[in-house]
């Protein structure tokens, strides 16, 4: 089965910092997502990406985020200044077509510590 | 938006035994996956299950769109099933589509 890859899968930083989650979503697939999952709880939709746009965004994604496909392959998450409640694991996901009647692919993730 | 419902929150079953995850959702739904969360966090796609059933392995599912609910079935436990199941579903409804997760169940099967 295809994959989606996310770098690095643990990342430590300080508060304040700025920090760049890198994800290369399958290669065919059109929609890019982001998750994030705080230890213990539920994953939660932060916002979803086509066409070099924000689609939609949950009230998680404030300024302090980012997004972008850079190269055509990347999709990276920004976090500009980070806070102590930033640390979760960050979940990539994509699909080929904005119809959601089809399988989103998730990335193994990215656990950011932020002390 | 649409809402969904994970029972039981906890399981804890002896190594061999079967067991039935249950998932409510409060809307139609045009996409439902079920995903098993290992303990080192990564999310394992088991099913992708709109409707009907499907089997894996040990594994199987079933949604029944119509009730609005799905049902993953563990059979002959193993410790490496051990971890969180999610069901995550999609409406009809909404942008762009997005997955909302449930809350999950926390599985432990002992040796």
């Known amino acids: 089965e295809p994959e989606v890859t996310q770098t690095p899968s643990h990342q430590v930083t300080q508060m304040g910092q700025e920090v760049i989650l890198r994800c290369v979503p399958i290669s065919n697939h059109l929609y890019f997502y982001w998750y994030r999952q705080i230890l213990g709880q539920k994953v939660e939709f932060l916002v979803s990406f086509y066409n070099n746009e924000i689609s939609e965004k949950s009230e998680i994604f404030d300024d302090q985020f980012s997004v972008e496909r850079p190269d055509g392959s990347n999709f990276t998450l920004k976090i500009r200044s980070t806070k102590l409640e930033d640390s979760a694991m960050y979940f990539c996901?994509?699909?080929?077509?904005?119809?959601?009647?089809?399988?989103?692919?998730f990335g193994s993730g990215t656990q950011l510590s932020v002390l | 938006g649409i809402q969904v419902e994970q029972s039981p929150p906890d399981l804890i079953l002896q190594e061999g035994a079967n067991s039935t995850l249950r998932c409510n959702f409060s809307d139609s739904v045009n996409n439902l996956q079920w995903f098993h969360q290992n303990p080192w966090g990564q999310l394992i796609n088991l099913f992708y299950?709109?409707?009907g059933t499907k089997q894996n392995g040990r594994l199987s599912a079933t949604t029944v769109a119509t009730e609005r609910y799905s049902l993953l079935y563990i059979s002959s436990s193993q410790t490496t099933d051990s971890g969180v199941y999610f069901c995550a579903v999609n409406g009809f409804s909404g942008g762009y589509n997005k997955l909302i997760f449930g809350a999950g169940t926390r599985l432990a099967v002992h040796p």
């Open positions: 299950i709109p409707s």
């Open positions: 996901a994509s699909r080929t077509r904005r119809t959601s009647n089809e399988k989103l692919f």
